[in-house]
């Protein structure tokens, strides 16, 4: 009897926001539970698998493209815990379309069977969304991620990307995806959400999740390991194992479609929730 298809789960957020972090610890909880997990790292810089590698050198499917793909151990580097690592990569700086290059990797994907033919119980997406192309859009395009998680902070400018990352869910949302929530990657732990609150209802959603300021975090990072492999016990580690558990009793009939703000609408709720901060 065949197995099901991978649950397909995308994380987007402004460029620096704390997506590989938060996806690469999410791929190793679910990995420690077991699950067969495939991590994808959908930004030209190949940096979302760096933790989860255990030093080896990334390869990344835009490297391979110049010879010849014709099984997944061509793009596949094994990871620590059984995972399982993909990285896009990109042109050189100045060079070519990152975008571009991730489409490119969904045709590799689809030529490969790779995440169809049941080897994986989960596909976890960690995409760029700083700008929504059409090549960083082709998880949300294409109805490849069944739900979408967007990594936030306090600032503006990572509300403003979340806002327009809503904008083409919101287009696509009859591809069948959902936007499961925000998950808030705290810059200053004294600082209050309750404006991230309010914006996550606005958008029509929620907050399902608040990454603390944890040294563990910066600890894991130099180490090149996830938290929750090296310090199990911290704060970090503890709110990734709930984010998991939560993203995978997640479904997408949950939720609605997203209410995002036009440009006007984004200043005014900027100016009336922050501008007295």
Request: proline content about 5%; some cysteine.
């Amino acid at each position: 009897m065949s197995r099901p298809k991978a649950r397909m789960f995308a994380m987007y957020g402004k460029g620096g926001i704390g997506k590989s972090t938060v996806s690469s610890n999410i791929s190793a909880v679910l990995a420690k539970q077991g699950k067969k997990v495939l991590h994808v790292g959908c930004d030209p810089k190949a940096d979302s698998t760096l933790t989860l590698l255990d030093g080896q050198p990334v390869k990344t499917v835009i490297q391979k493209i110049a010879g010849r793909i014709s099984s997944p151990d061509d793009i596949i580097m094994p990871g620590i815990l059984g995972l399982s690592c993909i990285e896009c990569g990109g042109p050189e700086p100045g060079v070519g379309c990152g975008g571009r290059g991730v489409s490119r990797m969904f045709e590799v994907l689809d030529d490969l069977e790779l995440i169809e033919d049941g080897e994986y119980d989960v596909a976890v997406f960690d995409v760029l969304g700083d700008v929504v192309c059409g090549g960083f859009a082709a998880p949300l395009r294409q109805g490849r991620a069944e739900l979408v998680y967007i990594v936030v902070s306090e600032s503006v400018m990572a509300l403003f990307a979340a806002n327009n990352i809503a904008r083409a869910m919101k287009r696509f949302a009859s591809n069948g995806i959902a936007l499961g929530g925000l998950i808030v990657n705290q810059a200053d732990e004294h600082t209050p959400i309750e404006g991230l609150h309010k914006f996550a209802k606005a958008l029509g959603t929620r907050i399902i999740g608040v990454v603390p300021r944890d040294p563990a975090i910066r600890k894991a990072e130099v180490m090149k390991r996830p938290v929750v492999d090296i310090a199990p016990e911290s704060k970090a580690a503890a709110v990734f194992a709930e984010l998991a558990n939560a993203i995978m009793q997640d479904s997408v009939e949950a939720h609605q479609v997203p209410t995002p703000f036009d440009d006007a609408g984004f200043d005014a709720f900027i100016e009336q929730t922050f501008g007295q901060s």
